[in-house]
């Protein structure tokens, strides 16, 4: 069966006991003409933030955020994502990076954005632990 161009496109999502469920309508699926790789390493993340050429977004939540974050990213906790679909539009068009703890959570987002959309993200490899461990010691490792 050839591939379908259409998609899944959420109307509401719905968090129940920390896990996310969408609810879908049949939308168009954009086509990503240069497809990048769902992993980029710590260390290229820096050089975009400081060049300003990408939105950090960091899916943990906000007690994670508490003990740890990282100057210039967008707090969007997994939990609360039903709330966060609407502030998601404005990044439609940009690059978009995911991150969490050490990168699983984050996965699964990007690899939602990527099917709903959001062709041009990615997940950080390892999370803010390895940000930690390879760009700032500063940031704590929890």
């Known amino acids: 069966m050839a591939r379908s161009w259409f998609?899944?496109?959420p109307v509401a999502a719905e968090a129940v006991y920390g896990v996310v469920r969408f609810l879908?309508?049949?939308a168009t699926r954009k086509k990503n003409m240069s497809e990048i790789p769902i992993d980029i390493y710590p260390a290229e993340v820096k050089q975009l933030l400081d060049a300003g050429s990408i939105v950090l977004i960091d899916c943990r939540e906000q007690s994670e955020w508490d003990?740890?974050?990282?100057?210039g990213a967008i707090l969007m906790p997994i939990s609360n994502w039903a709330n966060e679909i609407e502030q998601l539009k404005q990044f439609e068009d940009q690059h978009i990076v995911v991150h969490c703890h050490h990168g699983g959570r984050s996965m699964r987002v990007t690899q939602w954005l990527?099917?709903?959309?959001?062709?041009?993200?990615?997940?950080?490899?390892?999370?803010?632990n390895a940000w930690s461990e390879q760009i700032d010691s500063n940031v704590?490792?929890?």
């Not at 003990?67 to 100057?71: D, L, P, Q, R």
């Not at 990527?114 to 803010?128: C, F, K, L, V």
């Open 24 to 26: 879908t309508k049949p």
């Open 140 to 142: 704590p490792k929890y």
């Open 67 to 71: 003990t740890a974050n990282i100057k």
């Open 7 to 9: 998609r899944e496109k």
């Open 114 to 128: 990527r099917a709903n959309g959001y062709p041009n993200t990615q997940n950080m490899s390892g999370g803010i």
